[in-house]
């Protein structure tokens, strides 16, 4: 039933996933989360780690087998997770970043202290080189608090939002929720996703996030964040 647009799943490239076991394990969760797509991010970040192409293409490979033999109906896709560095814009260039499932959208993360200027220029500059900027996780930057800099970037450059499902399903952060009450009230936000790593930990919480959206937001928005959305990217490939 989900779609789930950040997740690492893929072992021994980032911190996600750190051996086949581990991806295995986070397969079954997805299952029983009902998440029926992934696209695979690990992180890349221009400029600082390398990152291990043809190992992700492999084990990804191994991975897609191992659906197969398992008849385990799950579909992955490529993608990454791409850290804003002053070399960002080269590695797009280059076709060095890997784009969500081939299509023209790039799921974008900045360092916590970055500021509002900082994402408004990432932005940019990925929409002027013809792609669509995904913001990652936008409840974790102070920048970002305000919900008109959201609409700003929505405005500006199209960008999409993606939010956390373990952050709707967080209870304990009232500031927090009520900041992600206004955003999504006011639709600003276009995907709620996993972003898993290795297990236990940052597990999917894809099922019960969706239960959480339909009691606060109803049960279109609800299927548009966890999976409506990302669907209609999908179908352009
Ligand atoms: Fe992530």
């Known amino acids: 039933m989900f779609v789930d647009m950040h997740h690492h799943l893929i072992y021994g490239i980032d ?3 750190k ?3 581990g991806t295995k394990k986070m397969i079954a969760q997805a299952v029983e989360n009902q998440v029926h ?3 695979t991010t690990p992180h890349i970040t221009p400029g600082q780690e390398p990152f291990p192409y043809e190992t992700y293409k492999a084990h990804l490979e191994e991975t897609r087998k191992y659906l197969e033999e398992n008849k385990i109906d799950l579909t992955l ?9 002053p070399s960002t814009p080269y590695f797009l260039s280059e076709g060095k970043v890997f784009t969500l ?15 509002y200027a900082d994402l408004l220029k990432a932005g940019r500059s990925v929409a002027e080189m013809g792609y669509v900027p995904v913001y990652a996780h936008v409840e974790r930057y102070d920048c970002l608090k305000k919900p008109e800099q959201l ?19 967080d209870k304990h952060g009232f500031f927090r929720q009520r900041y992600l009450n206004r955003i999504f009230e006011e639709e600003l936000v ?3 996703s996993s972003d898993s790593h290795d297990l236990p930990g940052r597990d999917s919480h894809m099922a019960e996030a969706f239960d959480e959206l339909t009691v606060r937001f109803g049960i279109d928005l609800a299927h548009a964040l966890t999976h409506g959305n990302a ?7």
């Open 151 to 169: 609409r700003r970037l929505r405005r500006e450059f199209d960008a999409l939002i993606q939010v956390n499902a373990s952050t709707v399903i």
């Open 190 to 192: 276009d995907f709620v």
């Open 101 to 115: 499932a081939n299509t023209n959208h790039v799921l974008v993360e900045f360092m916590p202290d970055d500021e």
């Open 37 to 39: 797509t992934i696209i």
């Open 19 to 21: 051996d086949f076991e």
């Open 15 to 17: 911190d996600g996933a």
């Open 77 to 85: 896709y490529t993608g990454c997770e791409v850290l804003y560095t």
């Open 231 to 237: 669907e209609k990217i999908l179908r352009v490939i």
